[in-house]
């Protein structure tokens, strides 16, 4: 009964650590031409369309100052962009998909932009609540030295709170699923105190930390933390016991067990928390430079709005935005490095 056990779990663990089977990228088909054409053409239209609108419609209200035009330089760029991606899928036609993304993006850019700036030229949204693209694209031409600054304060900020928070809460998480005896003792308070806000901690952070840099790190890592601690105990108590009933059979000790067979078991749990900390990382890393940091992302939009300046609101905003995906796209790359035999199943 015993040898049919182990031949059982010794199976079971043969089928977990074998790969997947995958497609070969040549039975994949491809994007066609005609695909390919319906993206380019709509993409080129529709941008030609921002031109026109943007230099056709005479600008209701005008003033004898005239604004620098910056959003047909960019259209421009856009145009030149979806002629090379076009010609681009015809060489490289392995990379279609890509090209299909990149058209996406540009149409559903361009398709915001005609009635936006129909209504500015009209007048029917009244600045500076609602500026025109030209003015948000110039934030990136006219203020990129106090933008860059800001962005370097923003990354250093979130990635200290960030490698904390995910450092406490992945050792947290170990313990918690490992150790019946700490899970008995801090379960409860883990459950108890992880939900709350980390904006609720603000005011006790103002007051214990000695800066508002400091407490900044604080309110980050606690956002992080909580997430990565739950799914990373989820996953070490998911574990089947018939990955380590046949790991001690082959003679692994604790030690071992944790460190070749629990944790690589429990890494997939332990990266959607990493992900799932990530976006309220960020939301919290704004709050936190509102607190009174002298640079950074958040202290920039709060500047701004303070001197009525809402495009460079608007495009701090899309940096926000753009250091999130780049951000996530890393960590998706780790992924997929460590995990490869799930590499595909979660997307970004």
């Not at 997947?20 to 993206?39: C, H, K, M």
């Amino acid at each position: 009964m015993a040898l049919e056990e182990l031949r059982t779990a010794i199976s079971a663990v043969d089928r977990a650590a074998a790969p997947p089977t995958t497609v070969p990228l040549d039975a994949i088909p491809l994007p066609s031409d005609r695909i390919i054409n319906l993206r380019a053409g709509p993409t080129v239209i529709i941008w030609l369309t921002v031109l026109a609108v943007h230099n056709l419609i005479p600008q209701a209200g005008a003033t004898f100052k005239v604004p620098a035009d910056y959003l047909s330089p960019a259209a421009l760029l856009v145009l030149g962009i979806a002629l090379a991606t076009w010609g681009f899928a015809y060489i490289a036609k392995g990379r279609r998909e890509n090209v299909l993304a990149i058209y996406r993006v540009l149409i559903v850019l361009g398709i915001v932009l005609i009635p936006w700036e129909v209504a500015e030229r009209l007048a029917w949204i009244k600045p500076p609540f609602f500026p025109t693209a030209s003015k948000v694209i110039g934030v990136y031409i006219e203020d990129y030295p106090t933008l860059l600054l800001s962005i370097a304060y923003s990354m250093r900020l979130m990635i200290i709170g960030y490698v904390i928070g995910s450092t406490v809460g992945i050792f947290s998480g170990l313990a918690l699923g490992w150790s019946k005896h700490v899970s008995n003792w801090a379960q409860f308070w883990m459950r108890l105190i992880g939900p709350i806000p980390a904006t609720a901690w603000i005011p006790l952070a103002i007051v214990i930390f000695p800066n508002t840099f400091s407490a900044g790190i604080f309110l980050i890592a606690f956002a992080s933390w909580f997430p990565v601690m739950m799914l990373t105990s989820s996953g070490v108590a998911g574990v089947p016991k018939a990955l380590l009933e046949a790991a001690q059979t082959l003679g692994a000790d604790n030690k071992r067990l944790l460190l070749h067979v629990v944790i690589p078991a429990a890494l997939p749990n332990v990266f959607v928390g990493l992900f799932m900390s990530l976006g309220t990382a960020f939301a919290i890393l704004v709050v936190a430079e509102m607190m009174g940091v002298k640079a950074g992302l958040g202290w920039y939009i709060t500047w701004a709005q303070g001197w009525s300046e809402y495009h460079k609101v608007y495009a701090s905003m899309l940096v926000l935005g753009a250091l999130f995906i780049i951000v996530v796209s890393g960590v998706f790359k780790v992924r997929d490095r460590l995990l490869s035999w799930q590499k595909g199943i979660i997307r970004w």
